[in-house]
T-cell receptor, first 114, second 117 residues
Framework: KAGVTQTPRYLIKTRGQQVTLSCSPISGHRSVSWYQQTPGQGLQFLFE?????QRNKGNFPGRFSGRQFSNSRSEMNVSTLELGDSALYLC???WGGGANYEQYFGPGTRLTVT | AQKVTQAQTEISVVEKEDVTLDCVYETRDTTYYLFWYKQPPSGELVFLIRRNSFDEQNEISGRYSWNFQKSTSSFNFTITASQVVDSAVYFCALSEARGTGFQKLVFGTGTRLLVSP
């Protein structure tokens, strides 16, 4: 079974631009979550989607948004990029949407904002 | 509020040594789940184990073992006879069942393990 895939793997953007990151979950998985990883803040939860609905959101500004499609693929968007948005963005999928299900992570997209 | 503390920032050992990574958690919920993940230099988080709050049995998987103690709110991870391939950052994480009960992992800050030959 193929794992979680994320595209692109690396991205360089300029302040003020916007960016869209893509995540394809493991086949059959219905829940997709996004996390931001930075040296200063560590791993932080962004949001979670299940059956195209955002069910949980972390403490991030409205510039961070996402969506999930009917095939469970997900995208996250960051508008008006700031230098502090430079991070590794990790997508995770799980079969079920409950707190007990283990999440499987993709390789991440490394975003650099200059 | 939920919180996970990994007090060890970095541990260095020589191959074949045993090493224990500490994890202390805080939660008000009676039903919760604890996880360990490994992050090698490639960046991808690799799932290692899940434990629910009602199961305090220790678990062993090959060279890996986990000790869950609710009395001390700890979920420690031991690698026996460490190998160079064990070098990575290890994260402990907590997920609560109350509230929305949905997927949200709260991670510790991670422990970087360096195993030298």
């Amino acid at each position: 079974k193929a794992g979680v895939t994320q595209t692109p793997r690396y991205l360089i953007k300029t302040r003020g631009q916007q960016v869209t990151l893509s995540c394809s979950p493991i086949s059959g998985h219905r829940s997709v979550s996004w996390y931001q990883q930075t040296p200063g803040q560590g791993l932080q939860f962004l949001f979670e989607y299940f059956s195209e609905t955002q069910r949980n959101k972390g403490n991030f500004p409205g510039r961070f948004s996402g969506r999930q499609f009917s095939n469970s693929r997900s995208e996250m968007n960051v508008s008006t990029l700031e230098l502090g948005d430079s991070a590794l963005y990790l997508c995770a999928s799980s079969w079920g949407g409950g707190a007990n299900y283990e999440q499987y992570f993709g390789p991440g997209t490394r975003l650099t904002v200059t | 509020a939920q919180k996970v503390t990994q007090a060890q920032t970095e541990i260095s050992v020589v191959e074949k040594e045993d090493v224990t990574l500490d994890c202390v958690y805080e939660t008000r919920d009676t039903t919760y789940y604890l996880f360990w993940y490994k992050q090698p230099p490639s960046g991808e988080l690799v799932f290692l184990i899940r434990r629910n709050s009602f199961d305090e049995q220790n678990e062993i998987s090959g060279r890996y073992s986990w000790n869950f103690q609710k009395s001390t709110s700890s979920f420690n991870f031991t690698i026996t006879a460490s190998q160079v391939v064990d070098s990575a950052v290890y994260f402990c994480a907590l997920s609560e069942a109350r509230g929305t009960g949905f997927q949200k992992l709260v991670f510790g800050t991670g422990t970087r393990l360096l195993v030298s030959p």
